[in-house]
């Protein structure tokens, strides 16, 4: 025991020694590198490690599998940009001012990439950024323009336009593994997002996974959903049976001079001649193996004259065949990126993340498309891989938010602020705890009505681990609650026979969360 004092004094010692220019970051445990990937739109059912029915994705679940999976993790208000501003800000769209895609990121405001470059950090963005702003707080930021386009994108390199060929999935993951590879000063820790653009609409494949064919995936129990006591659902514009003929179902460019489904637009009055634009814009070769794909299914499609259900079911069929294949090459495209950091010996001291914007319905209700407080959109995938903290095979079932992230890399790199974040770190679940860090559940809101797409009129809510509450609020006022472990569909709304009892506490958590968070209910009353 008398050794003990002696030891620990050195270890102080050594531990308060100033940190040399060559070696400011060997303590990995407090810096690690960050590796943060995120997709556009991925729905957890198209992941196997979240039990997938429709694909494999060996690369994504391995962060997952090699660290933690977490099972309930949602956004703030399922959107793009909106759900990427909550992830760089830590707070609610109503407080850093992005409420919906129309606005535009004030990019002034505190970001934690802008505390991490304060920290020591060399911090770099990669592909879809969607906030309109030009990028603020990274060394080095090589974006897409807008939505992007999944093949030869013309990107925005540290404000230079430059033009790429080849898939967009490829080209982003080739950019990324550049700048670990070339551009990373050696003295520094790095925070480098990866983000795709992929799977957003319109899923335009590789050839790779083309070359796999078309398969018949199974329709979801609740495909031909009726919306029986829910208004707001029965009176959106995102179902399968509207998506565009030309730019959706990839229909011959020459067939389809003018669109004739709505596919959740304003104004589709563009929608075909954006298709032959994004046909055009194919190097020869890409399009050599793109009509040798689609052309066949073109054809096929005018001989049959599909109606009906038959017609809704193709649409599903060309929908997810697409979709999942988008997904085949980001697996494949995340897997070269392990493979680089594992061959660069860096990838137990990186910190790596996989999410989504926010997630996707691959048919559930008849729905494309996101904006819901339902499940499928609500929720997101969300892995990471960091072995120093994170025990292989880690679960977690806790509520956990995008608004969770910026705290939580405070946290973990022990980076005190003075930020009023509005999310909690999820670090000690990473650790294994089990612990509610939302006890009295999580508040969600969607902003994007009537302007906009897909029609889905404003709502805000609360979900416990349990419960579902909902009201929305413009152009009707009307209220659902669903009991998730009875109904994870949530088909059943039980607003008008619950326990009047059960309604009361979670309206009194609701508004107990609206004070927490700034968000004054008088601004969005009935209307
Ligand atoms: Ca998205």
Avoid at 7 to 14: D, E, F
Avoid at 104 to 111: A, I, L
Avoid at 294 to 319: C, H, T
Avoid at 452 to 469: E, P
Wanted: aromatic letters at 12%; glycine letters at 6%.
């Amino acid at each position: 025991m008398r050794l003990l004092l002696p030891i620990l004094l050195l270890s102080q010692i050594i531990a308060c020694q100033p940190s040399t220019d060559q070696e400011p970051n060997s303590d990995t445990t407090t810096q690690p590198n960050i590796v943060f990937i995120m997709t556009d739109d991925h729905a957890k059912n198209a992941m196997s490690v979240y039990g997938s029915k429709l694909i494999e994705t060996p690369n994504l679940d391995r962060i997952g599998k090699e660290g933690i999976v977490f099972n309930r993790s949602y956004v703030t208000n399922s959107i793009c940009g909106p759900s990427r501003a909550v992830f760089l800000t830590g707070k609610y769209s109503h407080i850093n001012g992005f409420k919906d895609n129309s606005d535009r990121f004030d990019g002034s405001q505190v970001t934690y990439p802008k505390i991490l470059q304060k920290n020591n950090y060399y911090t770099a963005v990669v592909g879809k950024w969607h906030l309109k702003s030009v990028p603020e707080g990274f060394d080095y930021w090589n974006v897409l323009i807008g939505q992007g386009d999944y093949y030869n994108p013309t990107m925005v390199n540290m404000g230079d336009t430059l033009d790429h060929t080849g898939y967009t999935t490829s080209v982003i993951t080739d950019l990324a593994i550049e700048v670990l590879d070339q551009k990373i000063p050696s003295d520094k820790p790095f925070c480098l997002m990866v983000h795709h653009k992929a799977p957003h609409r319109n899923w335009m494949p590789d050839s790779v996974h083309l070359a796999l064919g078309e398969q018949r995936y199974p329709l979801p129990d609740n495909f031909y959903d009726s919306y029986e006591n829910r208004p707001a659902a029965a009176q959106q514009d995102q179902v399968i049976s509207r998506m565009f003929m030309s730019s959706d179902m990839k229909l011959d460019p020459a067939r389809v001079p003018v669109e004739t489904e709505t596919g959740g637009s304003q104004d589709n009055s563009n929608i075909a001649q954006g298709w032959q634009r994004l046909y055009d814009g194919l190097t020869p070769s890409q399009k050599a193996y793109w009509d040798a794909y689609y052309m066949p299914i073109s054809d096929e499609f005018f001989d049959a004259d599909l109606q009906g259900n038959d017609l809704v079911e193709w649409k599903y069929q060309r929908y997810i065949n697409d979709y999942l294949k988008c997904i085949m090459s980001v697996d494949d495209n995340v897997g070269r990126l392990l493979d680089y950091l594992e061959q660069a010996g860096q990838l137990d001291n990186t910190w790596i993340i996989y999410t989504s914007d926010q997630g996707f319905y691959l048919g559930e209700h008849g729905w494309y498309d996101k904006r819901f407080m339902y499940e499928e959109s609500f929720g997101m995938p969300l892995v990471m891989r960091y072995p120093e903290l994170i025990k292989p095979g880690t679960v977690n079932n806790n509520l956990v938010l995008n608004l969770d992230f910026a705290p939580t890399v405070m946290d973990l790199l022990q980076i005190p602020t003075d930020q009023p974040w509005q999310g909690q770190s999820i670090l000690p679940l990473m650790k294994g705890s089990q612990h509610e860090i939302h006890p009295d559940g999580v508040y969600y809101h969607y902003y994007e009505y009537p302007h906009g797409w897909h029609k889905v009129k404003r709502h805000y809510g609360i979900s416990t681990s349990r419960y579902k509450l909902i009201h929305f609020y413009h152009d009707i006022d009307h209220w659902e609650l669903y009991d998730l472990q009875q109904d994870p569909q949530e088909m059943n709304n039980l607003y008008l026979t619950a326990d009047p009892g059960l309604i009361q506490d979670l309206k009194d958590k609701l508004k107990k969360l609206q004070q927490a968070y700034g968000e004054d209910p008088a601004n969005f009353l009935p209307s």
